[in-house]
């Protein structure tokens, strides 16, 4: 765990290549490289270039407004910043406790969501990569040459995304910016023909999220040298554990790990985050990185997401998913796996149980219950924390006397993994720049470590003409001598 | 049964001119309820095209996609698009010409006849409203907007096209 790489001794003199924006990840990113005359990578960084400024935009409004704003973050997991946002205006209307019912219904539209962000990101973002090659021709590897070489696997994806989309659609009354969670419960439950409809289809996803865990499991084993070892790195890791250190996504204590496996903490009610997290500003990008304060920044970082969250929770409650956390396990060899495209592996893993844990849900009459609201003694501040599809997901509000927010912080998932991230292109630079003429196939090895991580670097927008993917070498002058365009 | 019309207005409402397709959206959904057209046509907003929106094409004689364009023509662009591979570089934000060719591949039969409306933006900022000159770009749009919905045919739509 070391920060080499992030800062050269004498950039001045090197050339410099960028990666902007890093293509198939969410909203803008750019990844420098400055090598010397001899192509030797002496420099590294991630960037993100795009300021939030949410926090901001969120102070001001009333506290019962901020569950369907936030969702205006991020057009691919708006449903975790609802739920987060909701949680912690729980604590904000003193509802230490949902009614049945209410939480169940948030858990089933939590795993609707994870379900659809997964095979999104496996079927459409990776699955490219990982079925063609990190090599392969730029004009086929993405989504259409994989439909056009695997209509099954294609046609599988958009339906399995489709599912999920569905669940949020009648837990949160709409497609997009849904209401379903508001401080202290929920404001509708399912009805029976809702329900009906969701189970219909339910089997069959299941039985398709199983075999996208063999899928990725024998392309993973297939290629052991490549898979156990791209952009390698070791570091702590961190996620909430529900009941028994099970494997939830929706509620739990903090536990982390060290890079060993070993407990650093465990137990922790999320509301004292502050206490165990502190946030660091570097000055070449927005993004901050956080670590844990027990350790210190250079040592303490960490990585959140499905790697961490199958190997730091103690099983998994549902039957299929905890049989591929065993094999996934068994296969790491009793020690932590580091490898980032084990995300892969262990993220399908938890589209597997996001998908039992539907069916579950689906035949639990509490579903259609009428309790859906608690409150009780009003407080001035709350913290909800979610699992959400990159991993741990912070919410933190003040709001004063007039119920109007004067505090935000959020931690999103992808902060939580940014010096990890940074970690996984530094490797990857060192490992197949270094030294080497730059080609489109050796950059887009920089992307696929990038895009294992499956982060979020901005909110949604998506104008036409807004998202071109620009290479440039720049030589030791500053002059351009090449560059590339894809849009 | 599904509506002959399909139009997919693409865009994040809270971000200045990425508004500009959810503006539009609105409005036509009124326009359309008063008159009478409602079951003629189907509105689909969204933050952005995705993989399942091939579905949402299935049984349409006309597609639509409505988006706002950062250095495009003002006040608009009306142009027919066709499947195509290989101008995706992320998966992401499809663009229309993608989303078409997995409906191509996936449901092995051509899509319904598809066009786009780009509708000129300035400025993408969080929290930001719609320009001044968005806002003059929308009227525009929202024009041509009824006269497709009125006149709802491949004939038609192929008569008014605006590069």
């Known amino acids: 765990m070391t920060y080499s790489l992030e800062t050269a001794e004498h950039p001045e003199r090197l050339r410099r290549v960028a990666i902007d924006p890093v293509s198939r990840v969410e909203g803008h990113g750019k990844v420098t490289i400055l090598l010397d005359e001899h192509n030797k990578v002496h420099q590294v960084r991630l960037h993100i270039v795009e300021f939030r400024g949410f926090e901001k935009f969120i102070q001001g409004r009333p506290y019962w407004e901020v569950p369907v704003m936030v969702q205006r973050l991020c057009g691919i997991c708006p449903v975790s910043h609802h739920l987060a946002a909701s949680k912690a205006m729980d604590i904000i209307v003193g509802a230490k406790k949902l009614t049945p019912t209410a939480e169940k219904l948030r858990r089933l539209m939590h795993y609707g969501q994870m379900l659809q962000s997964h095979a999104l990101h496996f079927f459409h973002l990776c699955s490219p990569d990982l079925l063609f090659g990190f090599d392969s021709d730029v004009t086929r590897r993405n989504i259409v040459g994989v439909a056009a070489e695997h209509p099954e696997i294609a046609k599988r994806g958009v339906l399995l995304r489709k599912f999920g989309q569905e669940v949020i659609r009648i837990t949160s009354g709409k497609r997009i910016h849904g209401t379903g969670a508001v401080p202290g419960g929920m404001n509708k439950s399912l009805t029976i023909a809702e329900r009906d409809e969701l189970l219909k289809d339910i089997y069959q996803i299941v039985a398709w999220s199983r075999d996208a865990v063999h899928l990725i499991q024998k392309v993973h084993i297939q290629d052991p040298g490549l898979y156990n070892s791209f952009g390698i790195f070791r570091s702590n890791f961190m996620s909430i554990v529900g009941h028994n250190g099970d494997l939830d996504f929706y509620h739990g204590s903090l536990r982390a790990r060290d890079d060993n496996g070993k407990i650093i903490f465990d137990g922790v009610d999320y509301q004292q985050y502050d206490k165990y997290i502190e946030e660091e500003v570097k000055p070449w990008t927005y993004m901050k990185f956080p670590f844990f304060r027990s350790l210190g920044k250079e040592h303490g970082w960490y990585k959140v997401g499905p790697l961490a969250r199958i190997q730091n929770c103690t099983q998994i409650s549902t039957p299929f998913a905890e049989h591929e956390r065993k094999e996934f396990v068994d296969y790491a060899g009793g020690s932590p796996m580091h490898a980032p495209l084990a995300y892969h592996w262990t993220r399908m893993i938890e589209m597997l149980h996001a998908a039992e844990e539907i069916k579950n849900l689906l035949h639990d009459d509490d579903l259609l219950g009428s309790d859906l609201m608690v409150k009780g003694e009003r407080q001035m501040e709350g913290v909800g924390v979610i699992e959400a599809p990159r991993g741990t997901l912070f919410h933190h509000y003040r709001v004063d006397e007039n119920d109007v927010v004067t505090m935000a912080n959020l931690i999103v998932s992808t902060t939580n993994n940014n010096q990890a991230m940074n970690e996984a292109v530094r490797h990857v630079a060192k490992r197949y720049l270094h030294g080497r003429e730059v080609t489109e196939g050796l950059l887009n090895h920089i992307e696929v470590a990038i895009r294992a991580f499956d982060p979020c670097l901005s909110c949604a927008t998506h104008a036409l003409g807004k998202m071109p993917l620009q290479v440039e070498l720049v030589d030791v002058e500053g002059q351009q001598v090449h560059a590339l365009s894809r849009s | ?163």
């Open chain 2, 1 to 163: 049964m599904s509506a002959p019309v399909v139009v997919f207005a693409v865009g994040n409402p809270s971000r200045g001119d990425d508004a500009i397709g959810p503006e539009l959206c609105g409005r036509l959904e009124k326009w359309l309820k008063n008159e009478g057209l409602e079951d003629q046509v189907e509105l689909i907003e969204d933050f952005q095209l995705q993989i399942e929106h091939v579905l949402d094409l299935q049984g349409r004689q006309l597609a639509l996609f409505i988006d706002a364009g950062e250095n495009t023509v003002a006040p608009y662009t009306f142009k027919q698009i066709a499947p195509a591979t290989g101008i995706a570089h992320t998966t992401h934000e499809l663009p229309p010409e993608a989303v078409l060719q997995v409906y191509l591949q996936t449901e092995a039969c051509q899509p319904p006849p598809s066009f786009v409306l780009c509708v000129s933006g300035e400025k993408f900022e969080l929290g930001e409203p719609l320009t001044a000159t968005a806002s003059n770009h929308v009227e525009a749009a929202f024009a041509l907007l009824t006269q497709l919905c009125r006149h709802a045919s491949l004939a038609e739509w192929n008569r008014v096209l605006v590069q």
